[in-house]
Each structure stands twice: as structure tokens, then as C-alpha cells.
């Protein structure tokens, strides 16, 4: 940034999944967006990977299906748990007759820069890099962009619309006052490696449970990435408790990690991922428009949260753009009532998916992590067929999958009114 003032149409504070889409969909449909990545790349570790069927199909969508397939990725198509050594699928992809039935396991600095790489390609799409909003421009009672921190010091973007997708920790939401209703969640999570060999078992998306502990175990390729589940506050004792019975735990639960556990040489080796599951009343203010992790926090379980923000982007995307193209053209602001639609047609996904993730954590993973508990044993139910078909559904295409509906640009350049309303 060269000019201590920036204006779009729409700026986009962070730039996860949620906001990369959001951008890309967007600029392909001529409306000038501005997207803000505070970091000075996508390269961080542990971040969310799992892209489920209803995400492929919106790749698909925006014709990026095939650049997506050619990254390295590993495919599941089953969920579901271990218990005492016995394995038990509670979803299977390859029953809904999907087009991609699977989840996809791809690095998410991969995905990010495939979206941003093909949102380039468009002139109305700019990324800024090193650029963290820690605040918002209110003008009039009316959200009109964000103040942000860049390397050669503090900016403005202005904009018609200013869209929070900067997660569970959002600085925009925090500055607009919006406060989330918290859920609660009985665990953290500690994330760290250990390295694979092509003789491990095929893994699949399980939680392997046993009493006192929980651990998912994700093939990323050339490594396993460990998360490795503790009781909400117990991370302090476990440090106390040192290295060596985290590495036991792993071991006594996955069997042929143990010849490897050592590689994790100590706690500088593992990330805390602090779990959250929480929801704003409102999503929404004059100027001002909240999704993905910063409306609603989602748990780690099940891996479902990219898949809501997506969700949550291309949903905005239908209903915004013909305002957006008008805001842009005549300088009339985005109608409250428009971004109010948003939160009504994302509020029962997002109720739901909460809710089995609620009854997931209360039911299995909190018993789980009890020290004196067996782990809750859901075999006889998840054997019910609709029971398999019911999570199937929702787990790989939840409650109300969105779908591309704005069209690109026309080659003229001229916009189509009313087309994204």
C-alpha cells in the first residue's frame, strides 16, 4: 500500500477460505473487492484442511475442480470413531450418490492460493499482505471501512460494505462491539507431527477414543497430523506431567505410532489450539457484514467449519452482488435488509451443525476425557441405517448447501442488472 487511503466497493478483513471465495466470486462478477491477509503469506501449520463435498462442488463450480484435484491431497470417505480397538463408521460419502464423495485433505495455504491465484486474474480483485485490521471507520452511525496496521505503518480502506471473515478471534467484530454467545467446550486440542511410512494403515477420519483420552490421527502424506485431545484447562497440568505421557497416550492409542511418538522432542513441538463454539445474535450492522468464524465459532469436530464459512461466502456472494454493482455504479449504500437475508438463510445450517457438534462434545468427547469413564459406546445406533444416512448427509453436504448462482462478468464488461439479487 503506497496511498494512506484505499477504497473498494467491498473490503474483506481476512483471508481464510471464507474470504478468499467471498473475493473471488465477487471480483469475477465486476464488483471491486479488496481483500486483507495479515500475515506476509499462507504458511502456517495446523490450520484446518478438510474440504468436504459440498465445498468440491462449489469448486467445481467456479471451474477450479480440476487445478484443485491436481494438489497434493489424500481422500476419505468415511467418518466415524475407534473404541477399544474397533472401528465404526458413523458417515459414508460413498452412499449419498455425490459427485465427489469423499472429503479432501489438502493444506490449506494450498487452497488459499488457488483462489486467490484465480482471483487475481480478474481487475477488480486486489490482496493486501501484511495488512491487519484492528478496527473499523464508522461515518454517519454506518460501518465505512477499517483502519488497519501494514508495513509502512497504519492505512484506511473505505468501502460500501465491510465484510468480517477474519475468525474465531475477529478484530472487526471486536471493534464493532458485536459480542458472540458462548457454548462452551470441554476440550483443547494439541496439535503436532509425527511421520508416516507407506506401510501405516489407511486411517480414514477417526477419533480413536479410550478412557482419559482422545486423539485424531490425519494423513497429510509424509506425515500424521496428531490432535490430541485434553480436558478444557488441562493443558498446564499436562505440560507438568511432561512430554513422555503425552507421547504414552499416543502410543497406547494408535499402535503403530508407537516406534515414532519420540519424534515429538518436547512441547515446543505441538500447537494449542484453544476450541470455542460460539454464535452471534446479529451478524450484521450498517456497513457492516460478519461470516465464517467470526459469526459463528465452530468446534474442530468433524472438521465442518471451512465448509460453513464457505458456505457462508457463496451465500453472500447470490444475494449481495446486484446491490454491490449498484452501490458501485450509483454510490447507494447496501441495503440492511440484504445482509439481515444473509443471517436468516445461514442461521438453521448453522444452528444445526452447532447443535451436533454440542451433542458430540457432551455425549462422546467429554465423557471420553473423563480420567474414571469409559468412553461412550454409540455402536448399536450408529449401525441404524438412517442414523448412518442422517450423518452422512450432514457431515459431507450439510443442512442447506449454497451453490454458484452469480455469473461472471460478461465479456463487454457491462453488468447485468438485477443478476445476484
Request: aromatic share 6%; net charge positive; charged share 25%.
Amino acid at each position: 500500500m503506497t496511498e494512506p487511503t484505499t477504497t473498494a466497493t467491498v473490503c474483506v478483513a481476512g483471508c481464510g477460505p471464507a474470504g478468499a471465495v467471498l473475493g473471488l466470486l465477487l471480483a469475477r462478477a465486476g464488483v471491486e473487492v479488496v481483500v486483507l491477509e495479515k500475515h506476509a503469506d499462507f504458511l502456517r501449520d495446523f490450520r484446518g484442511d478438510t474440504v468436504h463435498p459440498s465445498t468440491l462442488d462449489v469448486l467445481d463450480e467456479l471451474g477450479l475442480i480440476d487445478r484443485f484435484l491436481a494438489l497434493p491431497h489424500h481422500k476419505v470417505s468415511t467418518v466415524g470413531f475407534v473404541r477399544d480397538g474397533r472401528r465404526l463408521d458413523v458417515a459414508d460419502f460413498s452412499t449419498l450418490g455425490l459427485r465427489y464423495p469423499y472429503i479432501a485433505f489438502v493444506p490449506q495455504w494450498d487452497l488459499l492460493h488457488l483462489l486467490t491465484s484465480e482471483a487475481a486474474r480478474h481487475p477488480h480483485f486486489r490482496l493486501l499482505m501484511r495488512a491487519e485490521a484492528y478496527d473499523v471507520v464508522r461515518q454517519d452511525g454506518r460501518v465505512t471501512g477499517v483502519r488497519l496496521c501494514g508495513p509502512d505503518g497504519e492505512h484506511e480502506v473505505r468501502a460500501h460494505l465491510t465484510v468480517a471473515a477474519d475468525g474465531r478471534h475477529s478484530a472487526v467484530r471486536r471493534a464493532s462491539g458485536l459480542r458472540p454467545r458462548e457454548f462452551g467446550a470441554p476440550m483443547d486440542v494439541l496439535q503436532f507431527r509425527v511421520s508416516r511410512r507407506a506401510t501405516d494403515p489407511d486411517e480414514g477420519y477417526h477419533l480413536r477414543m479410550a478412557a482419559g483420552k482422545s486423539v485424531a490421527v490425519i494423513n497429510r502424506g509424509s506425515y500424521w497430523n496428531i490432535a490430541y485431545m485434553i480436558r478444557k484447562g488441562g493443558h498446564d497440568d499436562l505440560r507438568r506431567a511432561g512430554i513422555q505421557a503425552l507421547r504414552d497416550d499416543v502410543a497406547s492409542l494408535v499402535g503403530f505410532l508407537a516406534d515414532r511418538v519420540g519424534e515429538v522432542t518436547g512441547f515446543d513441538d505441538t500447537r494449542f489450539l484453544e476450541v470455542r463454539l460460539d454464535r452471534l445474535r446479529r451478524w450484521h450492522a450498517p456497513g457492516l457484514l460478519l461470516i465464517g468464524d467470526a459469526a459463528h465459532a465452530m468446534s474442530p469436530i468433524a472438521g465442518v467449519g471451512i465448509n460453513l464459512a464457505v458456505q457462508d461466502a457463496v451465500a453472500a456472494a447470490n444475494l449481495l452482488t446486484g446491490h454491490l454493482r449498484r452501490a458501485q455504479a450509483k454510490g447507494e449504500p447496501v441495503p440492511d435488509r440484504v445482509t439481515a437475508a444473509l443471517q436468516r438463510r445461514r442461521w438453521a445450517p448453522t444452528v444445526a451443525t452447532q447443535a451436533l457438534q454440542r451433542g458430540a462434545q457432551r455425549f462422546g468427547i467429554d465423557r471420553a476425557l473423563r480420567a474414571q469413564a469409559e468412553p461412550p459406546d454409540f455402536s448399536a445406533i450408529a449401525r441404524l441405517p438412517f442414523v448412518r444416512a442422517l450423518m452422512s448427509r450432514l457431515l459431507g453436504v450439510g443442512v442447506r448447501p449454497e451453490h454458484v448462482r452469480v455469473p461472471p462478468m460478461p465479456p463487454d464488461g457491462q453488468s447485468v442488472e438485477g443478476q445476484g439479487r
